[in-house]
T-cell receptor, first 112, second 114 residues
């Protein structure tokens, strides 16, 4: 079942923060986050595994709340280069590892 | 540059035809994934191979087939093409194909069926 991402779109000024959520109705094994710029391939940001964890990469971090079956991506002090569409991909279990289901994406626009 | 290569970059063909998309994974990666990205259906997982064997199957149509060769490159065959098959087709690779790894995406093949 496809995860639900929210919001669908967000517009920020440089330096502002944003949160993108990814929710599933089923228990998740892992959550992946990707950023895709227009006309380009998705680029991996990070993976979170069940057990609840938080990861960070520069000013982008994410959390995975196993009880809520929700992951959130945090973008702090946004930069123009953060613009793009953010996708979460979810996997339900280890036996089907690799079989990801993706959300519809959240379009982030960062303006000067 | 992710290290994953895909050919061709663009493909224009007619309904009913058959095409083959090719993917070479990053050096050292044993697993290859195929995805379809269209405007109305977003990013869809099609199929995954690990070291020549099919590992996971997603929403892949019966008209589509794939394989991974001994040199680890993979091909996605699309036959009896329909207008709705027009999309971007990405392949990605990872080291072991588990759910705990980074997937590196190739630049994609843009397929247009007329």
């Amino acid at each position: 079942q496809q995860p639900v991402q929210s919001p669908q779109a967000v517009i920020l000024r440089e330096g502002e923060d944003a949160v993108i959520n990814c929710s599933s109705s089923k228990a998740l094994y892992s959550v992946h986050w990707y950023r895709q710029k227009h006309g380009e391939a998705p680029v991996f940001l990070m993976i979170l595994l069940k057990g609840g964890e938080q990861k960070g990469h520069d000013k982008i971090s994410a959390s995975f709340n196993e009880k809520k079956q929700q992951s959130s991506l945090y973008l702090t002090a946004s930069q123009l280069s953060y613009s793009g569409t953010y996708f979460c991909g979810t996997e339900l279990n280890n036996t089907n590892a690799g079989k990801s289901t993706f959300g519809d994406g959240t379009t982030l626009t960062v303006k000067p | 540059d992710s290290g994953v290569t895909q050919t061709p970059k663009h493909l224009i063909t007619a309904t009913g035809q058959r095409v083959t998309l090719r993917c070479s994974p990053r050096s050292g990666d044993l697993s290859v994934y195929w995805y379809q990205q269209s405007l109305d259906q977003g990013l869809q997982f099609l199929i995954q191979y690990y070291n020549g064997e099919e590992r996971a199957k997603g929403n892949i149509l019966e008209r589509f087939s794939a394989q991974q060769f001994p040199d680890l490159h993979s091909e996605l065959n699309l036959s009896s093409l329909e207008l709705g098959d027009s999309a971007l087709y990405f392949c990605a690779s990872s080291v072991q194909g588990s759910g705990q790894e980074t997937q590196y995406f190739g630049p994609g093949t843009r397929l247009l069926v007329l």
